[in-house]
């Protein structure tokens, strides 16, 4: 007797790996083989079509001396800061150390090599015929950026393999039977490769998506299937969360932990755009007063700016000669970044302090006065307009007057706690009144105009040196007006209590504990993380301009052919777009003919099942790596950025090539 939960009204029973049990997705030895000589004849026909000058050239292109730096900072143990996570200069780093060949851009051509093969071995998991799976192969080895990428060492050869490798498991893992040996297997290598993918660039976050909804696709498929059991379906959901969400994250994490536990050199260059307390990790436990004293020299570092250390240079505002610029500088060792602290009324006497009972401690909600120790003018705010913001709630921040001027209430600032990260092993809560350097974050609020400080990203034009601006505003949001006390100086040259500072943590001895806990390390991690996003927007792209909007206009970014591309490429350009636009309109189309009364079962076809249901990943995939460009604030977009979208684009047109002709040869010859 037949169950009748397998014949429903609408179509009889599928079972979910419905692909395997028509012989679909099996690769064969010839399979296996014909990949590998992919990769041998790829290899070989780029290497012999250029000199052996051309290979052992020097790092010629900007990315070449890019990334050969970043290795040779990585090889010293030096801190650097990149756009990009760190397992491409590791990678690199690790086959130059262990000498594996001399020549690192061959490995960048056996990459490239290998991912056409895994491009081949997907298409023919999906039972595409040899002739269209090797058209795949003259497509991709024919775009201009693809070819060129394979000839250098490159941030995206790399990728780009791993790339390759995830969709192949993953369209594998889809078709597979749950639970085999084999499944396991391309389970594992798409856990693997996915973390490393997601480790060699970010674009592999979006990559981790489209894994997780394939998955999550295949789950639905997998629930609907009356034959499976529940002891299955919670096998099934805890393998993928083990091995698609906890074994990549674990691995980007591993990733970032050795490239920060590498680090052995403090690279100023670099560590200056760092916060103090991932100085203190670079540079060691930090000795300073355990609070300020009026009298002493201080630097001040703006927290929400890449840098952004208070300056002041001997440049005047073009608007008024009298008063001196101040802004935020991108350098952390400069005589024109120190500012001594001055009692609002008395003056300190130097001489007559011999003990540090004579010393006065600031106090938050008490009124302090910034001179600029190089030139000796006062910090004030005033009712001018700044220079770049001009609103009628902005006033002008300037350095006034000689040292001899003792200012008036628009030079008073009240100092503001925001936040005090104190954990001394004595603690006092007398001590929570006084300001303390590298722990307090504090904010400045003018008494004569009732403003705040306030630095942001907008940049000074060529006469202010392309710096920060600094202004003051009423009602300011606080996370632009928090500051720290980056260093100080004493006024007096006798012993005073001194602490160090050493990764968030306050001590009174030497002894510092160079293990790093699971704790420290995060915050190191989503510290060198955000740095790094920073890094891009506000410094690699955006040193020099006048204005944020200036370096950040959006730009559309055009899906164009390169010029020097052969002729019958254009048709798999544009035909692989066009593709996907046509698989729309025939969802479109079935879903307008839908018609959810009826009861007839229509006739199932396996072609057409597997064109379905490849034909949305591939629309899905394409969309999740082009649309996230379109989001992208700078101007630095190049046609490789395109690949990953490409790639996709290519199988579906490919797939749909395969689909017709099996419809034509079905209608021609019919079983």
């Given at each position: 007797?037949?169950?009748?939960?397998?014949?429903?009204?609408?179509?009889?029973?599928?079972?979910?790996?419905?692909?395997?049990?028509?012989?679909?997705?099996?690769?064969?030895?010839?399979?296996?083989?014909?990949?590998?000589?992919?990769?041998?004849?790829?290899?070989?026909?780029?290497?012999?079509?250029?000199?052996?000058?051309?290979?052992?050239?020097?790092?010629?292109?900007?990315?070449?001396?890019?990334?050969?730096?970043?290795?040779?900072?990585?090889?010293?143990?030096?801190?650097?800061?990149?756009?990009?996570?760190?397992?491409?200069?590791?990678?690199?780093?690790?086959?130059?150390?262990?000498?594996?060949?001399?020549?690192?851009?061959?490995?960048?051509?056996?990459?490239?090599?290998?991912?056409?093969?895994?491009?081949?071995?997907?298409?023919?998991?999906?039972?595409?015929?040899?002739?269209?799976?090797?058209?795949?192969?003259?497509?991709?080895?024919?775009?201009?950026?693809?070819?060129?990428?394979?000839?250098?060492?490159?941030?995206?050869?790399?990728?780009?393999?791993?790339?390759?490798?995830?969709?192949?498991?993953?369209?594998?893992?889809?078709?597979?039977?749950?639970?085999?040996?084999?499944?396991?297997?391309?389970?594992?290598?798409?856990?693997?490769?996915?973390?490393?993918?997601?480790?060699?660039?970010?674009?592999?976050?979006?990559?981790?998506?489209?894994?997780?909804?394939?998955?999550?696709?295949?789950?639905?498929?997998?629930?609907?299937?009356?034959?499976?059991?529940?002891?299955?379906?919670?096998?099934?959901?805890?393998?993928?969360?083990?091995?698609?969400?906890?074994?990549?994250?674990?691995?980007?994490?591993?990733?970032?932990?050795?490239?920060?536990?590498?680090?052995?050199?403090?690279?100023?260059?670099?560590?200056?755009?760092?916060?103090?307390?991932?100085?203190?990790?670079?540079?060691?436990?930090?000795?300073?007063?355990?609070?300020?004293?009026?009298?002493?020299?201080?630097?001040?570092?703006?927290?929400?700016?890449?840098?952004?250390?208070?300056?002041?240079?001997?440049?005047?505002?073009?608007?008024?000669?009298?008063?001196?610029?101040?802004?935020?500088?991108?350098?952390?060792?400069?005589?024109?970044?120190?500012?001594?602290?001055?009692?609002?009324?008395?003056?300190?006497?130097?001489?007559?302090?011999?003990?540090?009972?004579?010393?006065?401690?600031?106090?938050?909600?008490?009124?302090?006065?910034?001179?600029?120790?190089?030139?000796?003018?006062?910090?004030?705010?005033?009712?001018?307009?700044?220079?770049?913001?001009?609103?009628?709630?902005?006033?002008?921040?300037?350095?006034?007057?000689?040292?001899?001027?003792?200012?008036?209430?628009?030079?008073?600032?009240?100092?503001?706690?925001?936040?005090?990260?104190?954990?001394?092993?004595?603690?006092?809560?007398?001590?929570?009144?006084?300001?303390?350097?590298?722990?307090?974050?504090?904010?400045?609020?003018?008494?004569?105009?009732?403003?705040?400080?306030?630095?942001?990203?907008?940049?000074?034009?060529?006469?202010?040196?392309?710096?920060?601006?600094?202004?003051?505003?009423?009602?300011?949001?606080?996370?632009?007006?928090?500051?720290?006390?980056?260093?100080?100086?004493?006024?007096?040259?006798?012993?005073?209590?001194?602490?160090?500072?050493?990764?968030?943590?306050?001590?009174?001895?030497?002894?510092?504990?160079?293990?790093?806990?699971?704790?420290?390390?995060?915050?190191?991690?989503?510290?060198?993380?955000?740095?790094?996003?920073?890094?891009?927007?506000?410094?690699?792209?955006?040193?020099?301009?006048?204005?944020?909007?200036?370096?950040?206009?959006?730009?559309?970014?055009?899906?164009?052919?390169?010029?020097?591309?052969?002729?019958?490429?254009?048709?798999?350009?544009?035909?692989?777009?066009?593709?996907?636009?046509?698989?729309?309109?025939?969802?479109?189309?079935?879903?307008?003919?839908?018609?959810?009364?009826?009861?007839?079962?229509?006739?199932?076809?396996?072609?057409?099942?597997?064109?379905?249901?490849?034909?949305?990943?591939?629309?899905?995939?394409?969309?999740?790596?082009?649309?996230?460009?379109?989001?992208?604030?700078?101007?630095?977009l190049g046609k490789k950025l395109y690949f990953q979208s490409f790639f996709f684009s290519v199988l579906c047109f490919l797939e749909s090539l395969n689909f017709l002709t099996k419809q034509i040869i079905e209608r021609i010859f019919p079983l």
């Amino acid at each position: 007797m037949k169950d009748p939960r397998l014949q429903g009204p609408y179509r009889k029973y599928v079972p979910y790996n419905i692909f395997e049990q028509c012989g679909f997705g099996h690769l064969s030895v010839v399979d296996c083989i014909f990949a590998s000589l992919v990769v041998v004849i790829n290899f070989t026909l780029i290497w012999r079509s250029h000199p052996s000058s051309f290979w052992t050239r020097p790092w010629d292109a900007d990315g070449e001396q890019e990334l050969s730096q970043l290795m040779q900072f990585y090889l010293d143990k030096a801190f650097y800061i990149h756009e990009l996570p760190p397992f491409t200069v590791q990678f690199y780093s690790i086959i130059h150390k262990l000498k594996i060949t001399d020549n690192l851009r061959y490995i960048s051509l056996f990459l490239n090599s290998s991912t056409l093969a895994f491009l081949f071995l997907l298409l023919r998991r999906i039972n595409c015929s040899y002739i269209i799976s090797a058209t795949s192969l003259l497509i991709l080895s024919n775009w201009g950026p693809f070819k060129n990428e394979g000839t250098i060492i490159s941030f995206d050869s790399l990728e780009w393999c791993l790339f390759s490798i995830v969709i192949y498991n993953t369209i594998s893992i889809s078709i597979l039977k749950l639970g085999t040996t084999k499944w396991f297997a391309h389970l594992i290598t798409l856990s693997v490769s996915l973390g490393l993918g997601v480790s060699s660039k970010f674009i592999g976050f979006v990559t981790w998506a489209f894994v997780i909804l394939c998955l999550i696709r295949q789950f639905d498929r997998f629930i609907s299937d009356v034959k499976v059991t529940t002891s299955q379906i919670i096998r099934f959901i805890t393998w993928s969360i083990f091995f698609v969400l906890i074994v990549p994250s674990f691995i980007f994490m591993l990733s970032y932990r050795d490239l920060l536990s590498n680090f052995r050199t403090d690279t100023p260059q670099y560590s200056k755009y760092m916060s103090t307390f991932f100085k203190s990790y670079l540079r060691g436990s930090q000795t300073q007063p355990s609070h300020l004293y009026y009298g002493s020299t201080i630097t001040l570092r703006h927290l929400d700016s890449m840098a952004g250390y208070l300056t002041s240079h001997d440049i005047p505002y073009p608007s008024d000669v009298d008063e001196q610029l101040v802004a935020l500088s991108f350098e952390e060792f400069e005589a024109d970044n120190e500012w001594v602290v001055e009692h609002p009324t008395l003056k300190l006497n130097l001489s007559e302090i011999h003990h540090i009972s004579q010393l006065k401690p600031v106090e938050f909600g008490k009124d302090i006065k910034l001179r600029h120790k190089s030139t000796g003018k006062l910090l004030r705010a005033s009712t001018a307009k700044p220079p770049i913001s001009e609103q009628d709630y902005d006033f002008q921040i300037s350095c006034t007057k000689d040292s001899d001027y003792e200012g008036g209430m628009d030079e008073r600032w009240n100092v503001l706690l925001i936040k005090d990260e104190t954990s001394d092993n004595e603690k006092d809560s007398t001590n929570d009144k006084y300001v303390k350097p590298f722990r307090s974050e504090i904010q400045f609020y003018n008494n004569g105009q009732r403003c705040g400080l306030l630095g942001h990203d907008l940049r000074l034009p060529e006469w202010g040196r392309f710096e920060q601006e600094v202004l003051c505003m009423e009602h300011p949001v606080i996370s632009r007006t928090t500051f720290v006390i980056n260093s100080v100086q004493l006024p007096v040259d006798f012993q005073i209590p001194m602490i160090e500072y050493y990764m968030g943590e306050i001590t009174f001895v030497s002894e510092v504990n160079g293990k790093l806990s699971w704790k420290q390390l995060l915050h190191l991690v989503e510290e060198y993380i955000s740095k790094q996003y920073k890094y891009v927007y506000y410094i690699k792209y955006g040193k020099g301009k006048v204005s944020f909007e200036d370096v950040f206009a959006v730009e559309k970014w055009p899906i164009t052919l390169d010029a020097e591309s052969p002729t019958w490429f254009s048709l798999a350009w544009y035909g692989s777009i066009l593709s996907m636009f046509i698989f729309l309109c025939v969802q479109c189309k079935r879903t307008i003919c839908w018609n959810p009364w009826s009861t007839a079962e229509p006739k199932f076809s396996i072609n057409w099942d597997i064109y379905n249901e490849f034909g949305w990943k591939c629309i899905i995939g394409w969309f999740l790596h082009f649309y996230i460009f379109t989001m992208s604030p700078h101007f630095n977009l190049g046609k490789k950025l395109y690949f990953q979208s490409f790639f996709f684009s290519v199988l579906c047109f490919l797939e749909s090539l395969n689909f017709l002709t099996k419809q034509i040869i079905e209608r021609i010859f019919p079983l």
